[in-house]
Each structure stands twice: as C-alpha cells, then as structure tokens.
C-alpha cells in the first residue's frame, strides 16, 4: 500500500460551532483566551526581570550605604531615561520592517544601535554637563571621574541593548529577548554578591559597575547563542538603509516618551530635591508599585494588539482587561498600601520609616495608572495617537513640577502626595475616553452576520495559506448550480464553515443570514461561461487573487470546477468531501449535503499521549527536530513575485514505476520514486536543486485512535534529511522511520503552544524585494494518495483525460512545490513555484520527463 503524504499545506483542526448551551462564563474566559496568554507572556518576562531587580536592590540596601545605593540608582533611572529616548523609535520600526526585509537585517540592526548608541551618548554627556553646572544634587550623585566615565557608557550601551531587544521581536525571537534579559538580572545580582562579601565598602561606582557587566555579558551570551543558531548575517552598518524610515513611527515614539518620562524621571529629581538617601526610600518604594502596575501596563499593551486588528473587539477586550486589572491587581495594591511599613521594613528599618507613607500612598495611584494605560492602548487602536501623545506629553510635565514642587517643601511624603493628586487630576480626564468603550452599545457583528464562531487553534495555524482543487471536464456542472448547492447547505446548515464567512483579522467564522448568503455566493462562485477553458489558467488565476474573506472560492465554465480553499477549513480529505458533493449537487441540481462532524478537541493530545507519554524512551527522539540548514550570505537581485504552476499527468507511469521498484527497489513507495525522478530531472536540466534535503508533507491522522475523524487540518511537515535525494530507497526508509517516531506530533504542540502565547496572523507577510542572485530549488514534497472518492463525479472523459490539480498558493522565492495524486490508475503531477525565480518551460519539462520515463533519471544517478 502507498504511503499517504498529504498535501502541500498542512492544516488545523475542526472549528465548528459551540454545540447548544455552552454559553455562560467558560465561553466568554475562551474568547479572550488571546488576551490572557499574550499579556500573561509579558508579565512572566516583567516579573523575572523585577523579582531579581527586587533582589538586587534587597542585597544593595543590606551591604551599602545609603548615598552609594543612591547614587546607583540615580545612574540607572539616568542611564533608562536618556537610554529609551536615544532609541528615537527605531526600536518600533525594526519591529515594523525586519518581517518583511530580505537578506541585510543584521546590518539594519547594527546600523540602529550605531545610531542609537551614539544618540544616547550625546544626551549622556548632556546630562554630566548639566549635572556638573546646574544641579548640586545630581552632580554629589555621579561619583567620581571613572564612575562618571562609566555612567556614560552605561547610557550608551542601554540605548542599544533597548534597541536590540525590540529588534528580536520583530525578528520573533521573542525568547531570545527573554533569555538575555533573564541573563543580565542574574549576572548583575551575582556580581554583586561577590562584591558584598569582599572586604570593601561599596561605592555608587561599584554598583553601576555590576549593572553595566550585566549588559556586557548578556549581550556576549546572546550573540554567542545567535552564532550558534546561525542567525547572525553581515552586521557591516549601513546609512543608507534608514533612508525612508522612522517617520511613521514619530507620533507612537512621542507617546512612548512621554509615557515613560514620569517614571524614568521621578528619581532623578526626588535626589535633584531632596538627596540621594531620600532618593534610595523613594526608588524602593517606586519599584514595588512598577510591579504593581506592570499588570495594566502589559494588559493594555496586549490590548491594543489584540484590539488594532479587530477594532469590533475592542468593547469586549476593554472590558475583559479592566476585570482583569481591576479585579486582581486593585485588591493587591489595598494590601499593600496598608502592609506598606512592613513591606517597606525588608530593606531596613530607615526605609520604613522615611518612605512607608510615600508606598501608601503610591500604592493608592493603581487606579490611575490602569486608567491611564488603558486610555493609551484605546487611542492607539482608534487612531488618535497624536493626541494621546500631547496630552501625555502635558501630563508627565505637570507630575514632574508637582513632583519638584512637593519635594521643595521639604518631605518625601508631600513630593509623593502631589504627585498622586496630579494622577488623579488626569484619572479624571481620561476616563470618560475608557468608559465610553466600556458602556458603549454592542456593536453588530455586521449587517445580517447572525452570529460567529472562533477559529480552533489548528485552524488559526494555517489561516494564512489555501489550497486550490481543479478539476474537469464535468457534464451538468455550472456556476448557477454550484450557487444553488451551496444556498442549499447554507438552509441546512447556516454555520457550516464552507457557507461561513471568513474575518480574518478576528479569526471567526461569520454565520449570515439567508438574504445575506445568497448574495454573498453570487460573489464566491464565477461564472466563466460555457466556452472552452484552460484549467491551468483557471487554477493560475485563483492563485493571483488576493486572500479575502471567501473560505470557498470557485470559478467555473467550460466543465471544468477550479475551488480554492482557506486551509483554516481544511486538508486534502476534507476538501475533497467537499468539492466531490458540490459537483455532485450541482450536476443533479440538488441542495449539497455535508453531516455535521464530530468535534474532537483533544485528538492531538492524545494522539501524542499515546505515542509518547507512556513511552519515556520514545521521548529524547520525538523531541529532536532536524531543521533547514542555515542560507549562508549570498549575492541578492530584486525580485518580485510571480506564483505560477505547471501540470502534468500519465495514464501510464505508475505502472512503470511498480515494474521497475519490484526489481530494483521492493518496498519503496511510487511516491517515493515520483520526488527522486522530479529531483534529478531538475539536477539534469541545471536548476541545481538543493540536495541537503526538503519539506516532507505528512498526514498525522495515522496516529489517531480508530473510529476518530478529522475533518479539518492535521498534518505537519518535518524537514528531512535522506541521504540522497534522487534515490527512493533513501527517500523511502527516512520518511518512513521519521513517520514511525510520531515526533509530528509533537511539532504540531508545540505550534499551537506558541500560538496561544503569540497569537496567529490572518495573512502571510508579504513576499521580499530581493532573492538569491544564481537560486537553487528548495524543495517541498506533498503526496496526496489517491483521490478515487472522486470517481463518481459526473465526468465528461475517461481516467487518462481528465484534470485532477492540487496547487498551493504560497511559496518561497527559491522554493518549488511538487505535488502528487493518483487518481482512476493515472498519475497527476502539479508544481507550484515562482517564474520569476525559473523558467516555467524548464519546470514543465521536468514534470514530462517524470511522466515519461522516471527510472531512466534515476538510474542516471547510480
């Protein structure tokens, strides 16, 4: 029997609606299961970072004076203020561009911390300046000749690290960033561990030492882990990259200063004010209320991530964040506005007594800063972030001259007060901008949407993709009959998925309303006429046509059927199901039926469970992926993309194949022989493929228990490694043992793990400007098995005459899909790749060659 490698596209699983009665408080927690883990993400990296910054100051307070505790902490709010306005936004914007640049991220990145390091350590030496000459406090604050030198550095070097960061994320090496912060709190605390048990009295110098090591040393380990990933192009700068960019990220970096200037800058002038030992009760005191208020800072910041894409959901998160603030963070800050000597107490009875008022009272500003953040992510998401950022720009003013003005008079406790009563002053101005969404009617889904159904993990993994399924000739088949059957499901079944619409930005199924379906349909299917056709045009056609909200899309005419698929609806199996009952439907003028399927939410976990979890030795191999060899650097030439197929098909060729395997190769599949011939007829035809190894699509249903169906994605694609590529038995027994470890399994938890935590886009990025000056085929095999489900279609030629396309809509500048069925006894060949990349003619040449003699090519290789 055939190996069944499914096709080119992997999938999710089935989303079909909630079954009646499952409303309530579950559902509603699961619809915003995306606001939970993105903001819970965010605080697990905060609370690492400041649970060791607890520590570090804690270990500080015990082992040094006062003024050195003072004057290092004055250095670090200077070096985290002058540091955030150096980035000047390119932070945001590398978060915006690297996506989608190909080749020199690297040397835009490196150009970004140039500028921002040289930028930080201009206003680092604007701020020693004024410090020196204009302010006694901050100049008794910096120290000596050598820890002045230092703090400059410092500056510089947070500028970049800050920078760096950002650009991670927009690499999405989001742990990466983790990892090297989580390395900079752990050194910087061990340094001064070592410190505390040397026989010296600590410095200001001392301490900014251990914190600007703890940058250095992260920073070492985090380009060691880099080189080791092979993720680290050229980081030769480039000027000429910023050219065009930044602008559109002024007004977002203008609301980020201005929101962050209080904070950063409070410390500054508490010393500026009053002294650095008043400075070190006030850093302490403010540092248990920023951990206090990082639970509105990243739920606000997770909502307005969430909320940009879908701004219908924005009354729905708003509401969802404020109970999560309100109702688990407000009652933490009355515990400790109450318990603030005893907490204030743990670094020392002096901070207890000079700042255990202040943290009352600063405990007591919680509201505040949720109304203030919250009113931040809402003006974002509705587009009046200019206005945001003024205000905010006023509002940090005001808390710093209320902030010199209470300290003036001489106590901590009145620069703390005053500060809190101007916060207030802005809760009061904000907040009518964050309940209007909060009371605001309920929006409607949308003129004649009934109701919706969130998309399952599995099909938010592949909401980006499709898949198109061309077939033909057909007698009886038309598109007015097509739309009939389809508004005849659509009676049946009002929240099936293929007479659903599709938001992808809210990754829902909308679920309309019969006048509005039956509109809807007139533009799903087109009519091409009843004319000759070519389905290769057809099928190329499909493939130009932007992603919309259509899950099913057809053309028909001339008896053929082109119908592509979003891949959130479903694989090769499911999308067969549905194409064979529409042509069935439409040939006898009949309303399609497809049975509701049963809904098996945990078909992946126990799948895995039982490949794995019982078997602890199985689990060092099903957790050991091999992966695409790293591209080394090469000459790049603009490029654009032209997504194009090319087909092919022979009556004939699996019976050469069977004669030639029995006697050269027993076992091996004529899948396996069909992707060795394809890859050697490139390698003879000097396309000069990549022999290292390729994408190997696989249908993960084998590891299902029985009885258990699966009507929507479920397959994954492993990159494997054969020894040869031009050599089925090679091809054959690594598929086969990769297959026989069950390891897809766990690559496919892993997928929806990080989708939980990341979220999923609804499009793909968009292709690059630039590709591989001399490419080589990178190659992806997809064996779809066979397909005579389909034989009882109403064909309108026999087995050798008819057209059987399977064709992916997405691939890689360099990348060739090649795509395989059997249908009726004849072998159907699509592939799918870029002819601005190869010459469409040497490709279909290739397909011939498969189809004409496949043993000749490979025995060429022996």
């Known amino acids: 029997m055939e190996s069944t490698v499914t096709e080119a596209v992997p999938e999710s699983l089935d989303a079909g609606p909630e079954g009646p009665g499952r409303g309530g408080l579950v559902t509603v927690l699961r619809g915003h299961l995306d606001l939970f883990l993105n903001a819970g993400s965010l605080m697990a990296t905060t609370a690492i970072t400041s ?91 910096l120290g000596s000749t050598a820890a002045t030198v230092l703090l400059v550095f410092g500056i510089a070097l947070n500028a970049m690290t800050l920078v760096l960061d950002e650009a991670l994320v927009g690499l999405l090496q989001g742990p990466m960033q983790l990892m090297r912060n989580a390395w900079f709190s752990v050194i910087k605390l061990a340094l001064l561990g070592g410190l505390a048990v040397a026989p010296l009295t600590l410095t200001g110098g001392e301490l900014l030492l251990t914190w600007v090591a703890g940058m250095v040393l992260s920073v ?108 688990g963070g407000l009652p933490v800050s009355l515990v400790v506005a109450v318990a603030a000597g005893p907490i204030m107490s743990i670094f020392g009875s002096a901070y207890a007594d000079s700042a255990g008022t202040a943290l009352t009272i600063l405990a007591l500003t919680y509201l505040p800063f949720v109304f203030h953040h919250f009113f931040l992510a809402i003006s974002r998401v509705q587009g009046t972030v200019r206005g945001a950022g003024i205000f905010s720009v006023f509002a940090g003013v005001a808390e710093l001259v209320a902030a010199w003005y209470g300290g003036s008079r001489g106590s901590l406790t009145e620069l703390v007060t005053w500060v809190a009563l101007v916060m207030a002053a802005e809760t009061v101005l904000v907040a009518p901008t964050v309940l209007r969404v909060v009371f605001a009617k309920a929006a409607p889904e949308g003129e004649n949407i009934m109701s919706s159904t969130s998309l399952t993990l599995r099909e938010r993994a592949w909401l980006p993709l499709e898949y198109i399924r061309t077939v033909g000739p057909l007698t009886g088949v038309t598109a007015e009959r097509l739309r009939a059957a389809l508004i005849g499901l659509h009676a049946a079944d009002p929240t099936h998925r293929a007479v659903s619409r599709l938001d992808r930005s809210g990754a829902r199924w909308l679920h309309m309303d019969a006048e509005a379906f039956a509109e809807y349909v007139r533009d799903a299917v087109t009519d091409l006429g009843d004319g000759p056709a070519d389905f290769d045009a057809m099928t190329r056609q499909l493939q130009a046509e932007p992603r919309a909200h259509h899950p099913v899309r057809i053309l028909a005419g001339g008896g053929y059927v082109a119908m592509k698929v979003a891949h959130a609806y479903g694989d090769a199996g499911p999308v067969n199901t549905l194409l064979r009952e529409l042509v069935r439907a439409a040939g006898e003028e009949r309303a399609a039926v497809i049975a509701p399927s049963v809904r098996h939410r945990w078909a992946l976990p126990k799948a895995w469970w039982k490949q794995f979890g019982t078997k602890p030795g199985r ?105 040869s590529l031009t050599d089925p038995q090679a091809i054959h027994t690594t598929l086969k043992a990769e297959l026989a470890t069950g390891r897809i399994l766990t690559m496919m938890l892993l997928r929806e793990g990080k989708i939980l935590v990341t979220g999923a886009p609804g499009m793909p990025d968009p292709y690059p400007g630039e590709a591989a000056a001399e490419p080589r085929p990178r190659l992806t095999f997809s064996n779809q098995g066979r397909h005579d489900v389909l034989a009882d279609l109403p064909w309108a030629a026999e087995a050798a005459g008819r057209v059987n396309q399977s064709v992916p809509t997405l691939n890689g500048p360099e990348g060739i899909t090649l795509t395989t069925s059997e249908m009726g006894g004849v072998l159907h060949l699509e592939a799918t790749f870029h002819a601005s990349t190869y010459d469409p003619a040497v490709v279909a040449r290739a397909l011939q060659l498969v189809c004409t003699d496949p043993a000749a090519l490979i025995m060429a290789t022996r």
């Open 220 to 327: 070492a380990v985090l380009g060691r882990a880099l080189r080791r990933k092979g993720m680290v192009d050229s980081v030769r700068p480039r000027a000429s990259l910023l050219r065009g960019r930044g602008r559109a990220t002024f007004d977002h970096n203008l609301l980020n200063l201005a929101t962050y200037l209080p904070r950063a800058a409070l410390p500054l002038v508490v010393t500026a004010v009053l002294s650095a030992e008043a400075n070190a009760s006030f850093y302490t005191a403010f540092m248990v209320l920023s951990f206090l208020a990082m639970v509105p800072g990243n739920v606000a910041l997770t909502l307005f991530a969430v909320a940009s894409g879908d701004k219908a959901a924005l009354r729905s998160k708003v509401r969802m964040g404020l109970l999560i603030c309100l109702g």
């Open 619 to 723: 689990w060092k191999q099903g957790l050991s992926f091999a992966r695409p060899p790293h591209e080394e650097p090469s000459a790049t030439r603009p490029w654009t993309a032209s997504l194009t197929v090319e087909t092919a098909r022979s009556a004939d060729v699996l019976a050469k194949m069977r004669v030639w395997r029995d006697e050269h190769a027993p076992g091996v599949t004529t899948s396996a022989i069909t992707f060795a011939a394809f890859t050697a007829a490139l390698r003879d035809l000097g396309l000069n493929p990549d022999l290292t190894g390729g994408t190997f699509l696989a249908d993960a249903r084998r590891y299902v228990d029985k009885g258990v169906s699966i009507d929507s994605n479920f397959c994954m694609g492993p990159y494997l490694m054969p020894p």
């Open 51 to 141: 649970l060791f910054g607890f520590a570090y100051w804690w270990l500080a307070a015990r082992t040094a004076p006062a003024a050195a505790v003072g004057q290092a902490s004055a250095a670090v709010s200077a070096m985290t203020l002058i540091g955030t306005i150096g980035m000047f936004g390119m932070g945001t914007m590398l978060i915006s561009d690297l996506p989608a640049l190909k080749g020199r991220k690297w040397e835009l990145i490196s150009t970004c911390l140039l500028v921002a390091g040289s930028a930080a350590t201009l206003g680092g030496l604007i701020y020693v300046g004024l410090a020196h000459f204009a302010v006694p406090g901050l100049r008794e604050a």
